[in-house]
């Protein structure tokens, strides 16, 4: 039976409706946010005082899809209905840290409007916070005051250090009022606080803080928000930061993601660069770099006319090392210096020259997305030339380098100070770190190690950018724009499996844990993978179905009459070149091929394989052709034991009910070998195989299951082309 993942029913109240009410939402938006927080709060724990226990609840967004102000409705909506405290653990870095309390406090109005106080924010806790804190929770067991009831918001930076002095206030409040509901939002709940310290049973510091920060609170919900929910997914269920539900966030109307930049848009949106551009010892910068900032220099000018959005921005996101932050800053300077002399110092035939050899080619590629449009009509490379250098746009840029050894982050007030930026960092600016309206991204980095959730968070470039899309550019390494586009499938698959589990309104201890994965792509970080799974990785011959001694294995009655019907139109294979009994083969596709598949009976381990594959290939958009081998035209073939499985079956007389894993027998040599020797005859089974499509072999055998006796069974062989090649992570198998 189902257990259904909501707990309560919240009530939607007068501080989620002034959060809304301040924003630009549509009316529509606003009542799918309102609807979601509800949603997400009902399936924490109700706020009820002295009722112990805890859960942990899992929000996945896009990146940079809204995800604060979705963990903002839920404060807002936890006031509302009556959380006396909530904690936000707010990011690795004190930039991240200070730019979630900013924008609480602001998106809240946490200051105050003339009326009783409502709100007592506090960024990063400390011993001096408790007294008021405790005062302020006390208020909410006297029903006299109810009027003068005050929610404490803490935003506290996850790190073992922060944590401690947060739990030792905690306990301090907590020890004077130990039945107080209390609720804590993880932000980017995939980084830092899981264990990746398991040998031994240890303890990574971060998540060891966290565990014993939730264990001084008796009664409350911990919401893991993140856009990348690949690890908290892989962790082991009695983990206590295995989430127990999932909530799927729907990205806001003008949201662009990875299906719109690496599919529908690639050719429009990425630039490659060269190796070139990663090194850090080269005395003059990259030619592509003066090609993306030109391009930036014209697009921040066509937003200036069109009148949105106002300040753009340019990101040159290199690796963490700083010596290459240092050499992008001086060559980004030196561009930028370049081309205000050419431009701004009076000599005509420099400026014609730099404008027709660096300017003219970056409007051209603007032009091919309608880039240089504004109100229906192209503006001219002049008129755009013009604005750069007379009306002082070109000098007004400001360039940054924002990293953890210069810090010089850029604060909410800054950003509209100028009418463009170009932004230099590493690491720092991978995930939280709002860059204002970014258009332009210059990547010189490889890929890395990877890891699809790291890949993920480096898509600055994703968020509400439609109204602007035809002035979105990435310049990035061949390689890593290969894993952005390979990317999309893997994210829609989990996306459409959390859905689903969302929508019918699941716990997530229902679902088998499934994540398809390009075959060049890991899930997460290995360290943080406590949960048992199984790692598919399909390329080749994925399956020999060689396990036929258990239960009834091959098609369902449903599944032969389709197979009947595919061997009727079965013709001689040409790759068989014997006089008798010859493979045949039909052409088919791999939606007519998986409605027999998806019944197939098979062993466990077998079940699994066919399973991920069905995964896999049913992803594909298009339809997949398939090559159906029926081997020789469907007579049976004559099969016994393996070598490992004879003495078994031949210890317990033949008796199957006597053999305790008679799922591990198999049939011995189920893929015949080429005949010759040299394959001049019969190339063997597994030359039956193509390299560009799918291939499903099927073997009608006749199983030795005795002295003189046999037994029939179908069995399946399937190979899958490199082209096609994926990997499945599946969970071992589902709890009971």
């Known amino acids: 039976m189902t257990r259904n993942a909501n707990?309560?029913?919240?009530?939607?109240?007068?501080?989620?409706?002034?959060?809304l009410g301040r924003t630009n939402l549509s009316r529509h938006e606003q009542s799918r946010v309102e609807q979601e927080t509800l949603r997400i709060l009902g399936r924490c724990r109700a706020p009820e005082w002295d009722n112990d226990g805890t859960s942990a609840e899992l929000v996945v967004g896009a990146v940079q899809s809204g995800k604060t102000l979705s963990f903002t409705g839920l404060i807002a909506t936890a006031r509302d209905n009556g959380f006396p405290l909530v904690v936000v653990l707010a990011g690795t870095k004190t930039n991240l840290r200070?730019?979630?309390?900013?924008?609480?406090?602001r998106d809240l109005a946490m200051d105050g409007d003339g009326r009783l106080p409502s709100w007592y924010p506090v960024n990063d806790l400390r011993p001096v916070n408790a007294g008021e804190i405790l005062a302020r929770a006390q208020r909410w067991q006297d029903e006299r005051r109810t009027r003068s009831r005050v929610t404490t918001v803490a935003v506290v930076l996850k790190n073992h250090a922060s944590l401690r002095r947060a739990r030792s206030v905690l306990a301090d409040v907590l020890g004077q009022v130990p039945g107080a509901p209390v609720l804590f939002i993880d932000d980017e709940a995939d980084q830092a606080g899981l264990n990746v310290a398991r040998p031994g049973g240890?303890?990574?510091?971060?998540?060891?803080?966290?565990?014993?920060?939730?264990?001084?609170?008796?009664n409350h919900s911990y919401v893991l928000y993140t856009a990348t929910p690949q690890a908290p997914l892989l962790i082991a269920l009695e983990d206590t930061l295995s989430p127990r539900t999932v909530s799927v966030l729907t990205p806001g109307e003008g949201y662009v993601g990875g299906a719109d930049l690496f599919d529908e848009s690639y050719a429009g949106f990425v630039r490659e660069i060269n190796d070139d551009a990663l090194d850090d010892e080269s005395i003059s910068p990259p030619e592509s770099l003066e090609r993306a900032i030109a391009t930036y220099l014209l697009a921040m000018v066509v937003a200036q006319l069109r009148g949105r959005p106002r300040p753009l921005t340019m990101l040159i996101?290199?690796?963490?090392?700083?010596?290459?932050?240092?050499?992008y800053d001086a060559w980004v300077r030196g561009i930028m210096g370049r081309l205000t002399v050419a431009l701004t110092d009076g000599d005509?035939?420099?400026?014609?020259?730099?404008?027709?050899?660096?300017?003219?080619?970056?409007y051209d590629d603007l032009a091919t997305t309608g880039g240089n449009v504004v109100e229906g009509a192209s503006v001219s490379l002049e008129e755009l030339i013009e604005m750069l250098a007379d009306d002082g746009y070109l000098e007004a840029v400001r360039v940054r380098v924002v990293n953890s050894a210069q810090g010089n982050e850029i604060t909410s007030s800054e950003w509209t100070q100028a009418p463009g930026w170009i932004v230099i960092g590493g690491n720092k600016l991978d995930r939280g770190f709002t860059v204002e309206n970014l258009a332009v991204t210059y990547m010189p980095r490889g890929p890395g190690v990877r890891n699809a959730d790291t890949v993920q968070q480096r898509g600055r470039f994703f968020g509400y950018k439609r109204s602007y899309l035809d002035l979105l550019r990435a310049w990035m390494n061949p390689d890593t724009a290969d894993v952005f586009r390979k990317y999309v499938r893997h994210e829609n698959a989990m996306r459409g499996a959390l859905s689903e589990l969302d929508t019918n309104g699941r716990e997530l201890s229902t679902w088998r844990r499934t994540i398809l994965l390009d075959s060049s792509l890991n899930p997460t970080r290995r360290a943080v993978i406590s949960l048992d799974v199984d790692d598919f990785r399909l390329s080749g011959w994925v399956l020999t179905q060689t396990h036929v001694y258990g239960e009834p294995t091959g098609p369902t009655a449903e599944g032969r009459s389709r197979l009947d019907g595919l061997r009727a139109s079965a013709t001689d294979d040409p790759r068989d070149h014997r006089t008798h009994a010859r493979n045949t083969v039909v052409r088919s596709t791999w939606g007519e091929v998986a409605e027999v598949l998806a019944d197939w009976r098979a062993a466990a381990d077998e079940k699994n394989v066919l399973y991920s594959s069905l995964l896999a290939l049913g992803s594909v958009e298009g339809e997949i052709p398939v090559d159906v081998v029926f081997m020789n035209g469907g007579a049976t073939r004559d099969r016994g034991p393996s070598v490992a499985s004879r003495p078994v079956l031949a210890g317990a007389g033949w008796d199957l009910n006597l053999i305790d894993d008679v799922e591990a027998l198999e049939v011995g040599n189920l893929m015949?070998?080429?005949?010759?020797?040299?394959?001049?005859?019969?190339?063997?089974?597994?030359?039956?195989?193509?390299?560009?499509?799918?291939?499903?072999?099927?073997?009608?055998?006749a199983v030795e299951v005795g002295p003189g006796t046999r037994s029939r069974a179908t069995s399946v062989a399937i190979h899958i082309p490199t082209d096609l090649s994926d990997r499945v992570i599946l969970q071992a198998e589902l709890a009971g």
């Open 7 to 19: 707990l309560w029913t919240p009530q939607s109240g007068q501080k989620l409706q002034d959060l």
């Open 98 to 105: 200070d730019q979630t309390y900013e924008r609480l406090v």
């Open 202 to 218: 240890a303890e990574s510091s971060t998540y060891r803080a966290i565990r014993l920060l939730r264990e001084t609170a008796a």
């Open 317 to 327: 996101h290199p690796s963490s090392g700083t010596d290459l932050h240092r050499a």
């Open 348 to 362: 005509e035939v420099l400026r014609d020259q730099v404008t027709t050899e660096v300017f003219s080619p970056a």
């Open 672 to 701: 015949q070998g080429p005949d010759p020797a040299d394959g001049s005859t019969y190339r063997g089974d597994r030359g039956f195989a193509a390299g560009d499509t799918v291939t499903v072999q099927v073997h009608e055998l």
